[in-house]
């Protein structure tokens, strides 16, 4: 799905986020990552556990206050101290699924409550029957069936769960979904499913996604864009076939050489390229954006730059 | 096939969990045979029985489980080299814990944070098994995990002996596991789903490891996993397993360039690779059955769009393909309609196969 606009709907810029723990100690979980998702494009974001990727996520929803950098979502700096009108917009026009829906879903209220949650709180409906109607709707959207409304979450299977997880970002139309390894807790048959389901919601109501995954090969498959992360760094970005065909940074490339592909003869021959930070004397403070091309960027000095590209 | 010999031999398993809902018929009929140096992947979805057959093969099944039947029979040698063979199922836990558990079948589980204990030294962990099992001192089993946390790839092992498990990376603790699992030097490493709670980079880095240790020591490993990515780079063997059942088992060459089984084709095509291009993935409707309820006929019927009447009375045998290759479904008979395999697989594999070097639609 091409952008359909040039003015993004989200732009990043400089995103700090740090995590003191005593007076000595900081967290730096995201160090000045930069990047804009347009409206109604999917945006990947990939990297190793503790690369910052989900605090990227949770940042931008303003779950947690960003340490510095800027956030314009839809044209109103979102990264400051929120007006109640910016809280507003916040909370109806951007929504999170998360990984595990179990552990996201109230297991004390029946799933239409869970669905409509946002739509009482922001006094959407006029009634009782526009409401149901509303949630009956969007289970059908997602799968479901208007009669699991009167359910619990416990009485559905992990890939049912996860479609009620999804209607519930969908009630309140939002332009941006945060999808932080929405699909790394399903089996593979269910996961395709979910997958199927979000490039169909995606082409119907022109949603953009924030698709943050370890799973490569299911990034590159949803993915418009990707940003490739290490470390708190957004190392390298650009289109899917930028990335995949020609990457740049020796991290990107070996974490694309570790994607295992199910091709026995092809992958018994094959060992991944091993990247080792401290030793490569790499140091990604020092880096600067550099183009490489189209909508392609990396992060390395001058020098780097020169060698690699 | 008489160079090698038979380390494990599973035959008709049927296994069934009390649960307060009813019984659980999680097993149901399983046969698979293990050769020496080996590597059998069993693929399957959550709820499958993969798990559940490895345990019963380790003798820890949990204590609702009944063995309603079969047997496991595993064979190895003894110090003075003379061969013993046992079933698994006759013989009680206790046995099991003394003469085969972690001596003679290690287990690595998914998880590596959960699998050590974090209040002893790494150290103390890796000596552990070797003191109780083998009886050595203790500056015998010191020097000997020195050697072995060197084997699995941890640079300052020495210093390493001292930390903790929490001090350590994910990759470095599953290499910890590894360690472990080897150091009563056994004929068989169950590793059940050994890289889940890892990223890439360092999964392929432990799958080669073990790769390498397998090699060199000429053990059987059995992979338990879902993702077959993983099983394309380390399985000789696959069996895939559906609703306690081994729907489709070969060579991996024949499960992943030829799959007969329409769950099989369900499972490959759910997974994109680098180069699916398609609007949709081809997806596998519905989700796995739940056991509690058992109905006649193939399991996986009702996920089945190329299901046959015949799927709802009776299940189907096992049908011969090449020596090597079966698969339990009633599209091979030769009375079934000819079906073809979604198209998306069939181009998918027909890309694989040119990848490989194996010409395309010349078998």
Redesign the interface.
Not at chain 1, 257 to 268: G, L, T
Not at chain 2, 226 to 233: I, M, N
Not at chain 2, 266 to 274: F, H, I, K, R, V
């Given at each position: 799905m091409p952008a359909t606009s040039d003015i993004p709907l989200l732009k990043v810029e400089g995103l700090r986020q740090y995590f003191p723990i005593d007076r000595k100690y900081t967290v730096k979980a995201v160090e000045g990552v930069s990047f804009c998702i347009y409206p109604g494009e999917t945006y990947g974001l990939v990297g190793?556990?503790g690369s910052g990727k989900s605090t990227i996520g949770r940042s931008v929803i303003r779950l947690y206050t960003p340490t510095a950098g800027k956030i314009v979502f839809g044209g109103q700096d979102i990264s400051g101290k929120l007006t109640k009108s910016q809280k507003n917009l916040l909370r109806t026009q951007m929504q999170m699924i998360f990984q595990d829906p179990m552990a996201s879903l109230n297991p004390r209220r029946k799933v239409g409550d869970i669905v409509a949650e946002g739509l009482d709180i922001h006094h959407m409906c006029s009634g009782a029957g526009e409401r149901r109607g509303r949630v009956e709707k969007l289970l059908e959207k997602v799968g479901l069936a208007p009669e699991h409304a009167e359910r619990y979450p416990h009485q559905f299977?992990?890939?049912?769960r996860q479609r009620v997880g999804i209607a519930r970002a969908l009630i309140m139309n939002p332009k941006l979904i945060i999808a932080d390894e929405c699909i790394s807790a399903l089996?593979?048959?269910?996961?395709?499913?979910v997958?199927?389901l979000m490039?169909d919601i995606q082409r119907d109501t022109g949603t953009a996604y924030l698709f943050i995954a370890?799973d490569?090969?299911?990034v590159?498959?949803i993915s418009d864009r990707i940003g490739v992360l290490h470390h708190g760094y957004l190392l390298e970005t650009g289109t899917k076939d930028e990335i995949?065909e020609h990457p740049v940074h020796p991290y990107t490339k070996?974490?694309l050489?570790?994607?295992?592909?199910?091709?026995?003869?092809?992958?018994?021959k094959r060992?991944?390229l091993?990247?080792d930070y401290a030793a490569s004397g790499i140091d990604y403070a020092k880096g600067t954006d550099h183009l490489v091309g189209g909508t392609h960027h990396i992060r390395c000095t001058d020098k780097e730059f020169g060698e690699w590209a | 096939m008489e160079e090698h010999d038979k380390i494990l031999s599973v035959r008709g398993l049927d296994i069934a969990f009390r649960t307060t809902a009813g019984s659980v018929h999680a097993i149901r009929g399983i046969d698979f045979d293990l050769y020496r140096g080996e590597t059998v992947a069993i693929v399957g979805?959550?709820g499958s029985g993969k798990s559940v057959t490895m345990k019963a093969a380790m003798g820890i099944l949990a204590s609702n489980a009944s063995v309603k039947g079969g047997t496991i029979l595993f064979s190895y040698t003894h110090a003075d080299g003379s061969p013993e063979t046992v079933d698994i199922l006759k013989k009680d836990k206790k046995w099991i814990r003394r003469h085969i558990n972690g001596k003679r079948m290690a287990m690595i589980f998914q998880d590596p944070m959960t699998s050590l204990d974090p209040t002893m030294t790494i150290g103390r962990q890796v000596m552990e098994g070797m003191i109780w099992h083998f009886k050595v001192t203790k500056e015998e089993a010191y020097r000997r995990s020195l050697k072995l946390l060197q084997e699995v790839g941890i640079v300052d092992a020495e210093k390493r002996m001292k930390n903790y498990p929490h001090q350590l990376s994910?990759g470095m603790r599953q290499r910890v596991v590894i360690a472990i699992a080897l150091s009563c030097n056994p004929d068989l490493l169950i590793c059940d789903e050994p890289t889940t709670a890892l990223?890439?980079?360092?999964?392929?880095?432990i799958?080669?490891l073990i790769r390498r240790i397998q090699r060199e020591r000429g053990i059987s490993v059995i992979y338990i996993t879902?993702?077959?990515?993983?099983?394309?780079?380390v399985?000789d063997y696959i069996d895939v397993m559906y609703a306690g059942r081994i729907v489709e088992k070969g060579t991996?060459?024949e499960i992943?360039?030829d799959p007969r089984h329409p769950y099989t084709w369900?499972?490959?095509?759910?997974?994109?690779?680098?180069d699916?291009e398609d609007?949709?993935?081809?997806?596998?409707?519905g989700?796995?059955p739940n056991l509690l309820y058992e109905k006649p006929g193939d399991a996986f019927a009702p996920r089945n769009p190329y299901a046959l009447k015949i799927d709802d009375r009776l299940g189907p045998p096992m049908f011969r393909i090449t020596d090597t290759h079966y698969a339990a479904t009633w599209l091979l008979d030769r009375r079934a309609p000819k079906v073809d395999m979604p198209p998306e697989l069939r181009a998918r594999i027909a890309r694989?196969k040119k990848?490989?070097?194996?010409i395309a639609g010349n078998e």
């Open positions: 190793e556990s299977s992990g890939g049912q089996d593979v048959s269910i996961q395709a499913q997958v199927n490039r370890h490569l090969s299911m590159k498959y995949f070996s974490l050489s570790a994607i295992p592909s199910p091709n026995p003869i092809v992958e018994k060992t991944a091993s990247y | 979805e959550s994910g990223d890439v980079t360092i999964q392929a880095m799958l080669e879902h993702d077959l990515g993983v099983v394309a780079k399985a991996a060459n992943f360039y369900g499972l490959l095509s759910a997974m994109p690779d680098l699916t609007e949709r993935l081809y997806t596998i409707p989700s796995p694989m990848e490989a070097g194996l």
